[in-house]
């Protein structure tokens, strides 16, 4: 069955650190991969997505097959990153997305 | 462009009542989603409508909850009757849908948090 893991509840990180939040997944096709990100009192919304293969907000995000993995990277984190994070998986053909519990990260000045 | 509404945005009712959630997609989305989001867990999807056909709802209660999408714009989500593991959040989402062999983005709106007691 297709799952999204998200090992972390909660990532607490200084201004200025580097902050990767982990994301595995478990689906035998070929993964569509995204993440979506809800700040305070706003709407969840579109970060990035694997097949764009493009750098938001300073965050990268590399799908690794091997590993089953899509973790999404930042080397300096700001206070604004502070939010919550989803991991989604979209299986092609079927057209279904699961998303991960979330990880909630806490920018610290 | 506006975005994805919903309403209302907050509901609190007893077990075993009824309760509807309405949702109105961004213009000239097909593909419409329903999630239900209970505290402390990622979005689960209940329904998926493109334009006004279901492509899944696999996830749905169907003894209790059921969904439509009539003209293939506006949805409504309807829970008859609740429970009180229906408490949660219900996100209503829209998306140009799979264009071009790729998948398009979810806008989602805000949410209407429900409350059973």
């Known amino acids: 069955a297709q799952r999204v893991t998200q090992p972390e509840k909660l990532l607490s990180v200084f201004k200025g650190a580097p902050v990767e939040l982990k994301c595995n997944y478990s689906?035998?096709?070929?993964?569509?991969l995204f993440w979506y990100v809800q700040y305070s009192r706003q709407r969840l919304q579109l970060l990035l997505r694997?097949?764009s293969r493009e750098s938001i907000k300073g965050f990268t995000a590399d799908l690794n097959k091997g590993e089953t993995s899509f973790h999404l990277k930042k080397p300096f984190a700001q206070e604004e990153d502070s939010a919550m994070y989803y991991c989604?998986?979209?299986?092609?053909?079927?057209?279904?997305?699961?998303f991960g519990s979330g990880t909630k990260l806490n920018v610290k000045p | 462009e506006a975005g994805v509404a919903q309403s209302p945005r907050y509901k609190i009712i007893e077990k075993r009542q009824s309760v509807a959630f309405w949702c109105n997609p961004i213009?000239?989305?097909?593909?419409l989603y329903w999630y239900q989001q209970i505290l402390g867990q990622g979005p689960k999807l209940l329904i998926q409508?493109?334009?006004?056909?279901?492509?899944?709802d696999s996830q749905l209660p169907k003894d209790r909850f059921s969904a439509e999408r009539l003209k293939g714009v506006d949805s409504t989500l309807k829970i008859q009757p609740a429970k009180l593991e229906d408490s949660a959040v219900y996100l209503c989402?829209?998306?140009?849908?799979?264009?071009?062999?790729?998948?398009?983005?979810?806008?989602f709106g805000p949410g209407t948090r429900l409350t059973v007691l």
């Open positions: 989402a829209s998306s140009l849908g799979f264009v071009g062999g790729r998948y398009n983005e979810q806008f």
């Open positions: 213009s000239g989305h097909a593909t």
């Open positions: 694997h097949i």
């Open positions: 409508f493109q334009n006004n056909g279901v492509v899944d």
């Open positions: 689906y035998s096709g070929s993964p569509e």
């Open positions: 989604a998986l979209s299986v092609r053909n079927f057209n279904k997305f699961y």
